[in-house]
Structure formats: structure tokens, C-alpha cells
């Protein structure tokens, strides 16, 4: 079974602009959580959508944004980035998204000049 | 909320010997724990899991103990060898936040030649 598909992987943007990810499950999972990681922060969550709903959210901006698809497929946007927003962004997914493992993609890295 | 802490930050072990890698965590209530393995440029991977109706489990060459009365889990990796250089993270289900895992802010470990 394929893993978890992130792209881009790698991406580089200015400030003020605004940048789309993109997350592929695994197939049959229907929860998918996004998660920021910093050198200083470590791994914080941003949200987490199953079945097209966003069911909790982690304590970020409202400038980062997401959405899931009817496939499960997962976007997030991050609309007038900042210097500080230079990260790897990870995606995870999982069956149903409430305890049980999460599966990690390899992450885009976001760098923001 | 739940917060989940590594005790050490880095970890340098002779390749053979073994290692071990503690986290805290601080709900009570927390009753599913995941370690994951993150190499360089990837995303974490997961090693192994424990519910907290049990307090050891084993996988292949790794053993992860729950301590449920002081809040303590822990990660044991035998024969410690060059391919388990990673940063290790330790997460938590958060019981109040039903679908946001909490992670530490994880272990680099060096194996030595």
C-alpha cells in the first residue's frame, strides 16, 4: 500500500505571498492532521479534517487554512506568509483519526525569504 | 490539554550497547502512546505503540514501558546500531482534544562506532 504523498517537497517563498500544500493518504484512510515542525517548536499541530470536516484545531493564525476532499486528499494554505512560517510542513493520516497511529508523509519544507 | 516531554535532548550511545530514551507526559487520562523515529530530510516513522492497559510492550529490538503511576514511558532499543542515529519523538492522545496527538519535543540519539 502506498504511504503517505506530500507535495511539493520543496518550496520557496516571499513574504506576503500566499502557498498551497498538497497530502495523499494512505488508501482507506479518511483522517488527515497537518502539523507544523520548527527547530524551537518541535511538532504543533494545525488541524485535523475527516470527511471533509475540520474537527480540531491547533492554536495558529488564521492565515493557515485548510480543506479535505471528498477522496481524503488534503490541502493547506498559508495566505501572507511571514519569515517565521519557514518550517516542514507534515501531513498524517490515519482510519479514523482518534487513537490510533498516525502515518507521516515526508513533509514539504516551506522556506520563506 | 495534555503536554509531553523528553527528558534528554540528546542521547550519544556506543553502536551495540543499548538505549534508552524517557518522556513524561502530564494527563493522567492520556491512555494511548506512540513512538515515532525521524530521520534526517523524512518524515517521523512509527516504531512502536502501547495502550495504557499495558505497561510493556516489544517489538524487534525495541521495548517501550509505561509507568501510568508517575506518568512515564520509555524506549529501549537493543543492539543500538549506526541506522538508529534519528531524533525519537514520544506522542500522546490528547483525552480532551479527541483528535489532536500531542508529541514531545524528541531525543536526538548519535550511535558512536
Known amino acids: 500500500k502506498a504511504g503517505v504523498t506530500q507535495t511539493p517537497r520543496y518550496l520557496i517563498k516571499t513574504r506576503g505571498q500566499q502557498v498551497t500544500l498538497s497530502c495523499s493518504p494512505i488508501?482507506?484512510?479518511?483522517?488527515v492532521s497537518w502539523y507544523q515542525q520548527t527547530p524551537g517548536q518541535g511538532l504543533q499541530f494545525l488541524f485535523e479534517?475527516?470527511?471533509?470536516?475540520?474537527?480540531n484545531k491547533g492554536n495558529f493564525p488564521g492565515r493557515f487554512s485548510g480543506r479535505q476532499f471528498s477522496n481524503s486528499r488534503s490541502e493547506m494554505n498559508v495566505s501572507t506568509l511571514e519569515l517565521g512560517d519557514s518550517a516542514l510542513y507534515l501531513c498524517a493520516s490515519s482510519y479514523q483519526g482518534s487513537k490510533e497511529t498516525q502515518y507521516f508523509g515526508p513533509g514539504t519544507r516551506l522556506l520563506v525569504l | 490539554g495534555e503536554s509531553v516531554g523528553l527528558h534528554l535532548p540528546t542521547l550519544s550511545v556506543q553502536e551495540g550497547d543499548n538505549s534508552i530514551i524517557n518522556c513524561a507526559y502530564s494527563n493522567s487520562a492520556s491512555d494511548y502512546f506512540i513512538w515515532y523515529k525521524q530521520e534526517s530530510g523524512k518524515g517521523p516513522q512509527f516504531i512502536i505503540d502501547?495502550?495504557?492497559?499495558?505497561d510493556k510492550r516489544q517489538g524487534q529490538r525495541v521495548t517501550v514501558l509505561l509507568n501510568k503511576t508517575v506518568k512515564h514511558l520509555s524506549l529501549q532499543i537493543a543492539a543500538t546500531q549506526p541506522g538508529d542515529s534519528a531524533v525519537y519523538f514520544c506522542a500522546a492522545w490528547d483525552s480532551v482534544n479527541d483528535y489532536k496527538l500531542s508529541f514531545g519535543a524528541g531525543t536526538t540519539v548519535t550511535v558512536r562506532a
Open positions: 488508501s482507506g484512510h479518511r483522517s
Open positions: 479534517y475527516f470527511s471533509e470536516t475540520q474537527r
Open positions: 502501547i495502550r495504557s492497559n499495558m
